[in-house]
């Protein structure tokens, strides 16, 4: 079949998707991801999963954890499935609001956001692929605090497409993760939040071997360069699920090391920044996307 067409497939196929899931009675909808999630042990990313569980703890029975994270893929699915219902009309979109405010809940550490804001430089904002991460961007939109969030885009990705077009929806620019870091540092210096999504291997950004659950790993240094060009920290941030909501938590800032040279003060702080990301995976594990490659590019490169 011609690449076009299975493309196009693939973006009808996405579309019906969601169609269905809109109009599918709730028991029928979770019905189908739970026989999903069941059918998910048996596929590649279940056996990285398992590959990267006994990496980051050591040999053991890592059944549990593993069953929990496509438990709660299944539940990122159905929640995207219905964020991305705002983009079908403003009464959608007023729903969809209405769900982020009642399911999402901020704890005393938005006071960093505060403080931050107040500076008027920005919010650098670093986030893993940990709980629900869509809905961090939106729910500080919601807050009144407007900005961006950087993605990696694929112009043939029809599901790329389909995020884009939902956090577009509800207020939230996608910024292209190639394009000029003038685009980038300009939703910071104009006092804008800018989120990105830092805690697996870079395919095409830069990135160091750093360490990761103690083993080495490559980490992208983005959000580092970006906080010496900006003058501002890093501010890590998770939306983790507890019971049937979610809670927006924020760590302390994290400033450059100004008695280090810049390249030294660089790893120093994408060092920390990982040290962050692997605290937070390893209270919530069953939360993080261990299907990921997280460390094989790293294991691919050393290879070479």
């Not at 969601?18 to 999630?37: I, K, N, W, Y």
């Not at 550490?109 to 919010?123: D, F, Q």
């Not at 500080?140 to 961006?148: P, T």
């Not at 929806?169 to 685009?183: C, F, K, S, Y």
């Amino acid at each position: 079949m011609p690449e076009r067409w299975t493309r196009k497939a693939r973006v009808r196929g996405i579309e019906l998707v969601a169609a269905t899931a809109e109009f599918a009675p709730e028991f029928l909808l979770q019905g189908a991801l739970r026989g999903a999630s069941e059918l998910a042990r048996f596929s590649r990313f279940e056996a990285q999963t398992r590959a990267n569980l006994e990496l980051a703890f050591g040999p053991g029975d890592h059944r549990r954890i593993a069953r929990g994270v496509r438990a709660h893929t299944a539940r990122l699915v159905r929640e995207w499935l219905m964020l991305s219902r705002a983009a079908t009309g403003e009464k959608k979109r007023a729903t969809v609001e209405r769900w982020i405010r009642e399911h999402v809940e901020f704890d005393r550490s938005y006071s960093h956001v505060e403080e931050l804001a107040r500076a008027g430089r920005g919010v650098l904002i670093a986030t893993a692929h940990l709980g629900n991460w869509e809905l961090l961007a939106t729910a500080l939109r919601l807050r009144g605090l407007d900005g961006a969030v950087v993605a990696r885009h694929k112009p043939n990705d029809p599901i790329a497409k389909w995020f884009t077009r939902t956090r577009g929806a509800l207020g939230v620019e996608t910024i292209d993760q190639n394009a000029p870091p003038r685009r980038v540092l300009e939703v910071l210096r104009k006092g804008g939040v800018l989120g990105l999504l830092a805690d697996l291997a870079p395919r095409r950004l830069a990135g160091e071997t750093l360490t990761f659950f103690g083993a080495p790993a490559l980490a992208m240094t983005a959000p580092a360069a970006l906080a010496r060009a900006a003058k501002v920290p890093i501010l890590p941030a998770r939306c983790v699920a507890d019971g049937s909501r979610y809670r927006l938590k924020f760590d302390k800032p994290l400033f450059l090391d100004a008695a280090l040279p810049h390249a030294a003060a660089r790893t120093e702080l994408t060092q920390r920044l990982q040290s962050v990301f692997e605290h937070w995976i390893r209270e919530t594990p069953e939360q993080w996307a261990w299907h990921q490659p997280r460390w094989s590019l790293e294991r691919s490169r050393r290879a070479r």
